[in-house]
């Protein structure tokens, strides 16, 4: 299996452009994890789904972050504007709630710098 | 306060010693804990898992979980080089909540 896919790996953007993170989780997970980290405030959970239904999305910043799972192969992480203060790496996992939901199978991340 | 508390560190430790992580918790709902480990500029990758209070053994990791305390530790014995990385603690009642990581450099 080729793991969790992620694209692109590194984007750098100017402040207020709109930006989209995707996503491929591995084939027959049904959970959808996205992850942001910085040194500051280590790993965020920003939203999970479940079955492609968003299930819990406390973690969102704020209304620039919207997330979307269309099918259960694909999901984007979109922020428009962007700023300064949303660079970090994101982080998508997926796991499989029919073995172990604890083991969630992390993506190689996007390194996002925002100018 | 947070939910899962660790030490950033960082720790540095010669070749062959014992390394010792640790985190605190206050959810007492948690069920499964964790360690991952996050190479540099990797994503985290699970390491060990305990559901519920006791050890565990893995070559040369060994996890424990003490829910009285809500303590958790994982021990690397023999450490080598290809041990560096930041080691998380997690866990989980439906989605898992990760300490901030310790950055481990086992130096040659």
């Known amino acids: 299996d080729a793991g969790v896919i992620q694209s692109p790996r590194h984007e750098v953007t100017e402040m207020g452009q709109e930006v989209t993170l995707r996503c491929k989780p591995i084939s027959g997970h049904n959970s959808l994890f996205w992850y942001r980290q910085t040194m500051m405030r280590g790993l965020e959970l920003l939203i999970y789904?479940?079955?492609?239904?968003?299930?819990?999305d406390s973690g969102m910043p704020e209304d620039r972050f919207s997330a979307k799972m269309p099918n259960a192969s694909f999901s984007t992480l979109k922020i428009q504007p962007s700023e300064p203060r949303d660079s970090a790496v994101y982080f998508c996992?997926?796991?499989?709630?029919?073995?172990?939901?604890?083991?969630?199978?992390f993506g190689p991340g996007t390194r996002l710098t925002v100018t | 306060q947070k939910e899962v508390e660790q030490d950033p560190g960082p720790l540095s430790v010669p070749e062959g010693a014992i390394v010792s992580l640790n985190c605190t918790y206050s959810?007492?709902?948690?069920?499964?804990f964790m360690w991952y480990r996050q190479y540099s500029r990797k994503g985290p990758e699970l390491l060990m898992y305990t559901y519920s209070s006791g050890n565990k053994e893995d070559g040369r990791f060994t996890a424990q979980v003490d829910k009285s305390s809500k303590y958790i530790s994982l021990f690397i014995r023999d450490s080598q080089p290809s041990d560096s990385a930041t080691y998380l603690c997690?866990?989980?009642?439906?989605?898992?909540?990760f300490g901030a990581g310790t950055t481990v450099t086992v130096r040659a």
């Open positions: 959810n007492s709902a948690f069920q499964y």
């Open positions: 996992a997926s796991s499989s709630l029919r073995d172990r939901a604890y083991e969630q199978y």
């Open positions: 997690a866990m989980n009642d439906y989605k898992l909540s």
């Open positions: 789904f479940n079955n492609n239904v968003p299930i819990d």
